[in-house]
């Protein structure tokens, strides 16, 4: 499958057209170096143009490439000595949320993430990464632990949501995010949360009420899915772009929004275009962040979280009549 | 940090007028279940409950508060608070003034305290006919200050809410509500607070996923539809036509999910029931 995207297009003809000059030169040895020093700058520029201005719904392809980084991958890439852990002690173990031990620069921390699937067999068996009660039941243990052993938590969101189903809603859905909510809000321990694609709905704020909260750059965080806002207002799923321009979804509007702390920034393309890269640069970001928030007690992690959620909405007052 | 919240807030009694509006629907009403057709009146008097099926009419915020309050009187807190449209979403505007002239409530929850069989509460009560109950800034605001009134007070809670969900139109602003709310109840809870949440029909989204299934204990009236994803979401995912009874307030019954279906005609009995077994709270009893 092509990991290009519609509005990459452009860039990849351009590609192409200089691949084939080399080619072409090579064969017929023609030297064609200074043609090709002035394809290869052109390409830098338009590089430029394309990433640097790119849309709301051309950010939301992006958090949603298929070639893009899951969590299970930055894990790997970031910490040391992970070990996974499974199941939520009462039902089952969801694959859609993973989660474990395992060491930050040496700290031991507690990692918990939403976990999409490489391909259909194993999006099927993650449910596409939308978890049901068990999944957030089995994050609320993985944490509650760490909050017992004072470790700190660390939290990888990327969800469409959580799973619409008749089974998730008899196992109460419902409670199983707030009831993280509320629980998150009064744990004693750092809490770190990295949107690192799609952070869609109650789904992902049920692993994501943290000290900090950071997105990378071409991540995404909303109220509902685009479509979905689409179908609801506009009774067209179509429309999803004109929605994703509307809901303010992107790094960008949420930083000016005062919800999130941080953009972590992706390399030029996307994430998927070097997991290293982007691995490392959320790793500085979380140690820069984790070492202001060691410094601080468990009351006064508790008290910046509450104050952090507590400000967050506007509103006016009526005129009297 | 409580104080400063709190300083701005201005009681006032509700004039009993408003408490006991009655919506123009004309001399006779026809129940949506089971097509019997009944005067208003006699339907008023009823509780809004169908005299044939028992089913249980949708009802306003200060429909809902005359019949729960002792005396109907409610001491209301942040009644000027309105929305702001942040986003600049398209059409919010104009929808917000709509939606303030058809229900004639300024946002989506009525907040303040009063008093149930003796006992003094704070109570919040959400209504579906502003906006679908959406839960914006506003009502994430409204509903968090009157959680941290209770802790102030040391007060009961009471919240009976009825939402379609989060309020689209402020997304991610309206998603924190989430966190905001239950935050706070975290924080009452410490305290051992009592908080008694009702579900009325229908919550849904994030007002269910957050501060209504944080109850002590969760009631719900008859025919309620609770549920986090939509009916119409769910058989579109699964491809299966779902149960009549699916998330209704009987099926949630049976998946334990609540602790008892309450008729309206027994709410008020009930709740004053469970505020008297908490009203010694914190004090062991000798028993010799």
Redesign the interface.
């Known amino acids: 499958m092509s990991s290009e995207l519609p509005f990459e297009k452009p860039l990849t003809e351009l590609r192409k057209k200089i691949d084939e000059l080399k080619h072409f030169g090579e064969e017929k040895e023609i030297d064609f170096t200074d043609e090709i020093g002035r394809l290869e700058e052109r390409f830098k520029q338009l590089e430029v143009e394309i990433y640097d201005n790119m849309s709301a719904p051309q950010i939301m392809n992006m958090a949603r490439h298929h070639q893009r980084p899951t969590s299970l991958e930055y894990i790997n890439l970031i910490f040391s000595d992970f070990i996974e852990l499974h199941g939520d002690r009462v039902f089952a173990d969801d694959l859609a949320i993973v989660g474990g031990l395992a060491k930050l620069n040496g700290i031991p921390v507690t990692v918990v993430g939403h976990q999409r699937g490489k391909d259909t067999k194993d999006n099927i068996q993650r449910f596409f990464g939308s978890p049901h009660p068990e999944g957030f039941r089995k994050a609320l243990r993985f944490m509650k632990q760490a909050n017992k052993f004072g470790r700190p938590i660390i939290t990888f969101i990327d969800t469409k949501g ?5 089974t ?8 199983a ?3 993280n ?3 998150m ?2 744990f004693g321990v750092p809490i770190i949360c990295v949107v690192i694609g799609e952070g869609g ?2 789904g992902a ?1 049920a692993l ?2 943290g000290n900090r909260v950071l997105m990378l750059e071409n991540a995404i ?4 899915s685009p479509n ?2 689409a179908s ?2 506009w009774k067209d799923a179509s429309k999803a772009d004109e929605a994703a321009e ?4 992107t790094a960008k ?2 930083l000016e ?1 005062g ?1 999130i702390e941080d953009i972590i920034s992706e390399p030029q393309g996307g994430a998927h275009r070097d997991k290293a890269m982007q691995a490392d640069g959320i790793k500085e970001a979380l140690w820069r962040h984790l070492q202001q928030l060691l410094e601080m007690t468990p009351d006064q992690l508790r008290e910046d ?2 104050q952090k ?2 400000k ?7 005129e ?1 009549e | 940090m409580f104080k400063d919240l709190f300083q701005k807030k201005k009681y006032a009694v509700v004039p009993s007028e408003r408490t006991k509006r009655e919506i123009p629907e004309g001399l006779m009403n026809r129940c949506p279940k089971c097509g019997q057709i009944q005067f208003s009146k006699e339907l008023e008097k009823n509780l809004k409950v169908c005299s044939s099926c028992g089913h249980h009419f949708r009802l306003n915020a200060w429909e809902r508060i005359a019949m729960t309050l002792d005396e109907g009187r409610l001491f209301e807190i942040d009644e000027n608070m309105i929305a702001e449209d942040p986003l600049k979403f398209p059409g919010y505007e104009s929808k917000l003034e709509q939606q303030k002239a058809n229900s004639g409530l300024k946002d989506a929850v009525i907040t303040g305290e009063g008093e149930i069989g003796g006992f003094p509460v704070v109570i919040g009560v959400m209504s579906f006919d502003f906006f679908s109950g959406s839960m914006g800034s506003v009502v994430g605001e409204k509903v968090t200050r009157a959680i941290e009134l209770a802790t102030e007070k040391q007060l009961p809670l009471i919240l009976f809410s009825t939402s379609g969900g989060a309020r689209m139109q402020e997304s991610i602003l309206s998603l924190m509500q989430m966190a905001k709310t239950s935050a706070a109840l975290a924080r009452f809870n410490e305290q051992g607070g009592l908080y008694i949440s009702i579900f009325t029909d229908p919550t849904l989204g994030g007002v269910s996923a957050s501060f209504a299934s944080l109850g002590d204990f969760i009631l719900a009236e008859p025919g309620a539809i609770v549920g986090f994803a939509g009916r119409i979401v769910i058989e579109q995912t699964i491809r299966q036509k779902l149960p009549d009874n699916f998330q209704t307030a009987e099926f949630n019954m049976k998946h334990g999910q609540l602790d008892k279906v309450v008729h309206r005609k027994d709410m008020k009995t009930l709740l004053t029931k469970l505020l008297d077994m908490h009203a010694g709270k914190g004090e062991p009893v000798d028993v010799q």
């Open positions: 959580a799973y619409p189903g008749n998730a809603e008899e196992r109460n859905q419902s409670e995010i707030a009831r909510l509320m629980e809000a009064n709905s109650g704020l994501g009420v965080y909303s109220a509902i979905g806002a609801i207002l509307a809901m303010k979804i509007d949420l929004f919800i979280r509450y959620f507590r967050v909405g506007r509103f006016g007052t009526a009297l």
